[in-house]
């Protein structure tokens, strides 16, 4: 069974950004792929300690075990597609993000590139400016963990301030839907 995961970096449970990783799915579903999203809303989570242990222990894990990190690893492991999601907060991924990007990516660098050849893709949930940036942010955990990043009919974006408010974006809504269908025919290429 394909499995994708989706992590919503939001601070805000079951959002904006939810909402769009939610299409993304739905697309997904579609193709029989297996679903599953992470909010990382009300979980503990810290930023990079900078310790380097992963590199001596090269157990495939963080060190630093009191936290939501480990299991995040764990699934974006098993999974062949993962969906990094974020709010954009001033221009930028939210600090939930950061703190998994910086941690999950050490780790895959000390074990071997442990996410070489999955299939990533960045979704993105703003209410008016930096988006892309936060886009980057997201697109640059994919690119240098060697994974495949397919595209969609615009950047991965969606627009709304309250939450549910990026229903009434039409144009994000398919570039969710898109991005979900291009990410089924990658991933059975790869995976058949
Ligand atoms: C701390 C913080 C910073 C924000 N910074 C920006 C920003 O730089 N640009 C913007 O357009 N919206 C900004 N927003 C608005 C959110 O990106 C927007 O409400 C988004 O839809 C929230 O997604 P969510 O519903 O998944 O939490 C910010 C919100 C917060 C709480």
Redesign the pocket.
Known sequence: MIKVVAF?G???KD????QMIRWVFEELEKEGIQTEMVQLAGKEIRGCAACYKCFKNQDGFCSVKDDAVNECIEKMVQAHGIILAS?????DVSAEMKALIDRAGLVAKANNELYRRKVGAAVV???????VHAFDSMNHFFLISQMIVPGSCYWNMGF????G??EKDEEGERTMRILGQNMAWVLKRLTG
Do not use: C, D
């Open positions: 919503n939001s601070a805000r959002g904006n950004t939810a709010p954009t907060y001033f221009a949930a703003v209410r008016r400016g930096g988006a709304g301030l309250e939450k408010e990026v």
